[in-house]
């Protein structure tokens, strides 16, 4: 299936109802599971990631096969690991090419009996759930948050705790914070002094919680309205004040023209001048998730970058770095990949080199779909192949879109 996405107005003024935050309502499935709650969590989100999370979690079956979702394999090795029984867990063929030994080795470490059957380091997994005990654990910080988060999650439950040790960069910290305050939500007490966490042996309190709007989902719409000429739009139950990390967008967006007003309901985004910006320069080691949509901004806005911190883009949903140049080629822009876990752009763009009507390759990756969008407000016919993969965060956006003034229509 081939999606086409046009809008030639530039003038967007339109409320959007956001899907709630995936990152919270997983985190916050794995706490209410290991809290025994009677409680139901409010405003999940419908995204394929937490709905395979949800599934597999109120599952009599002990086979799970997650599909794209990498936060359900990471989250759910950790939890099975503990929980008596046996368990069988796998995922599509990308997921069986993303790495998981860190993981894995550490909960060995703390007495997990888990086999790989199939390829050594990567999943399918078979865990063999059993009591757990706690010690210090040096981690690499530099590879995925995930790893630490799914530790986090379940070191209030295992024997004496955990104290994790960080060494090197932490890439993500925004998304361990996010962790460690959802858990001191529901009564967990922590420490984390200079690259050390360490988490008591106590118990988590369950209660009732709401899941706040999904911040990474709203980054499309801040990269929407910074291609238009002028415009509003309202991003309903959306809080400047947030457990989230990619809040910090708000004020990124300042610079491209965009000012976020804090309203009872949500959040009102207001076109207030065109942006003036030479050149962007920024290390995305806390938000590596919106890195996507300020490379599609920047060339669509012909705005040098040189991005740092996106050494994790490698092993997510695809090679996000390969990606972004492969795709970002069709609209004449040549990406540079400097060093490890960097992008960057002259600014150049080869008139040669220019697609008409571009055909966006998803590589099964959910933002792919959700960055290059945008960029319809640029004049181009946007074709998107595989565009429902967008169900993995943002079931509804193509509506969205529609309700915005775009047209998107299936290509026959």
């Given at each position: 299936m081939i999606y086409e996405?046009?809008?030639?107005?530039?003038?967007?003024?339109?409320?959007?109802?956001?899907?709630?935050?995936?990152?919270?309502s997983n985190?916050?499935?794995?706490?209410?599971?290991?809290?025994?709650?009677?409680?139901?969590?409010?405003?999940l989100s419908d995204s394929d990631d937490t709905v395979v999370l949800s599934a597999a979690l109120n599952s009599n079956n002990n086979k799970f096969d997650i599909g794209h979702a990498g936060t359900a394999m990471r989250f759910l090795t950790a939890f099975l690991a503990k929980i008596v029984g046996v368990w069988e867990v796998t995922g599509s063929e990308r997921m069986q090419q993303r790495p998981i030994s860190i993981l894995v080795d550490a909960l060995k470490?703390?007495?997990?009996?888990?086999?790989?059957?199939k390829n050594e380091g990567f999943p399918p997994l078979k865990i063999l759930g059993s009591h757990l005990t706690g010690k210090t654990i040096e981690l690499d910080g530099s590879v995925s948050s995930q790893y630490?988060?799914?530790?986090?999650?379940?070191?209030?439950?295992?024997?004496?705790?955990?104290?994790?040790?960080?060494?090197?960069?932490?890439?993500?910290?925004?998304?361990?914070?996010?962790?460690?305050?959802?858990?001191?939500?529901?009564?967990?007490?922590?420490?984390?002094?200079?690259?050390?966490?360490t988490v008591p042996e106590q118990n988590y309190f369950p209660h009732y919680f709401t899941v706040e709007a999904d911040w990474s989902g709203a980054s499309y719409w801040y990269e929407i309205l910074s291609l238009c000429d002028s415009g509003e739009i309202f991003l309903k139950?959306?809080?400047?004040?947030?457990?989230q990390g990619d809040a910090h967008i708000a004020g990124w967006f300042t610079q491209f023209g965009v000012i976020s007003t804090q309203k009872p309901d949500g959040v009102l985004l207001t076109?207030?001048?065109?942006?003036?910006?030479?050149?962007?320069?920024?290390?995305?080691?806390?938000?590596?998730?919106?890195?996507?949509?300020?490379?599609?901004l920047c060339v669509a806005k012909k705005i040098p970058f040189h991005f740092?911190?996106?050494?994790?883009?490698?092993?997510?949903?695809?090679?996000?770095?390969?990606?972004?140049?492969?795709?970002?080629?069709?609209?004449?822009?040549?990406?540079?990949?400097?060093?490890?876990?960097?992008?960057?752009?002259?600014g150049k763009i080869n008139s040669n080199s220019i697609v008409e009507n571009p055909l966006i390759e998803t590589y099964h990756d959910h933002r792919m779909a959700l960055a290059f969008a945008p960029m319809a407000l640029q004049g181009f016919n946007i074709q998107i192949n595989d565009p429902m993969v967008i169900t993995k965060s943002y079931p509804g956006f193509w509506d969205d879109l529609k309700n915005a003034g775009f047209s998107v229509s299936e290509m026959a």
């Open positions: 996405i046009s809008n030639k107005n530039r003038v967007v003024n339109t409320t959007v109802n956001l899907p709630s935050s995936k990152s919270i985190r916050a499935l794995i706490i209410n599971a290991l809290s025994y709650s009677p409680y139901p969590l409010n405003n470490s703390l007495g997990a009996q888990i086999e790989y059957t630490i988060s799914a530790l986090l999650l379940i070191a209030p439950t295992i024997e004496n705790g955990l104290t994790l040790k960080l060494t090197g960069d932490i890439t993500s910290r925004s998304y361990i914070e996010l962790t460690l305050k959802l858990m001191a939500e529901f009564g967990i007490q922590y420490r984390w002094e200079g690259n050390e966490i139950n959306l809080q400047l004040e947030s457990l076109k207030t001048e065109d942006c003036t910006l030479k050149q962007l320069i920024h290390d995305f080691i806390e938000n590596p998730d919106v890195a996507q949509t300020m490379a599609c740092s911190g996106l050494k994790t883009l490698k092993i997510k949903e695809t090679d996000r770095i390969s990606a972004l140049q492969n795709e970002l080629a069709k609209f004449g822009a040549k990406i540079a990949e400097p060093g490890h876990g960097e992008l960057a752009w002259d």
